[in-house]
């Protein structure tokens, strides 16, 4: 047993506590988990190229507005309209699927997670159980896991889809202005540093 808790000990120590949580998850859900992850990369970018349409759609109406043509502009914004809704229509399908697979996988995760403590514990001496409080123990199983099943739920795909939804809108920059976005991102670079300069600065005052 000793050697057993000494290389799981070297295991913990050599991977982080997500990446270890992220492997352990697609363990329990080899196909679900993969698919849930396709289908918040989906919706993230289908909740990002929103704004092409609409910026395509102002450039149509504003040639029409300059030509006098507005009949031409008909049939080109109804089917902008009706490709934006086929695209959001997708995208509400993927979130609905996501979100229902993901509540399957955070129930049964925890399920597992439970099942896994409770036999690592059968093993454990009993001068464990004598060096710690049953409050302690029990809190393993309540309150820890309970915050793995928000870190699940929706700590980890709201982190994918930021990521996502942050690369799709620089892409996207870049494809309409090269420059815009360059003066985007150094603003944001200055805010962050200001931010940060700021806060370093002025954390001794609150002492």
């Known amino acids: 047993m000793s050697k ?4 799981e000990r070297a295991l913990n120590r050599k991977g982080g506590t997500i990446s270890r ?4 998850l697609f363990g329990f859900y080899p196909v679900l988990l993969p698919l849930v992850v396709a289908g918040v990369v989906l919706c993230a970018i289908i909740n990002s190229i929103g704004a092409t349409f609409l910026q395509s759609a102002l450039q149509i109406i ?33 979130s609905l699927f996501w979100n229902r697979a993901m509540a399957i996988v ?15 514990m059968q093993d454990l001496p009993i001068r ?3 060096t710690h409080q049953r409050g302690d123990i029990m809190s393993h199983y309540t309150n820890d896991i309970d915050t793995l099943r928000q870190m ?3 700590s980890l795909p709201n982190l994918l889809m930021t990521v996502i939804v942050i690369v799709t809108v620089f ?4 494809y309409y202005s090269v420059w815009m976005c360059l003066v985007i991102i150094a603003g944001v670079a200055f805010m962050t540093f200001m931010t940060k ?3 370093s600065n002025s954390a001794r005052f609150f002492i």
């Not at 057993?4 to 290389?7: C, K, P, V």
């Open 62 to 94: 504003s040639e029409s507005w300059q030509s006098g043509d507005w009949g031409a502009a008909q049939p080109k914004i109804a089917q902008l309209v009706t490709t934006l809704a086929c695209i959001y229509g997708i995208g509400i399908l993927s």
């Open 106 to 120: 955070t129930q049964g995760s925890l399920e597992k997670l439970r099942e896994k403590m409770f036999n690592r």
């Open 128 to 130: 464990y159980f004598d």
């Open 197 to 199: 300069l700021l806060g």
């Open 152 to 154: 699940i739920s929706q």
């Open 171 to 174: 892409f996207i920059m870049l």
């Open 21 to 24: 949580l992220i492997k352990t």
């Open 4 to 7: 057993a808790t000494t290389a």
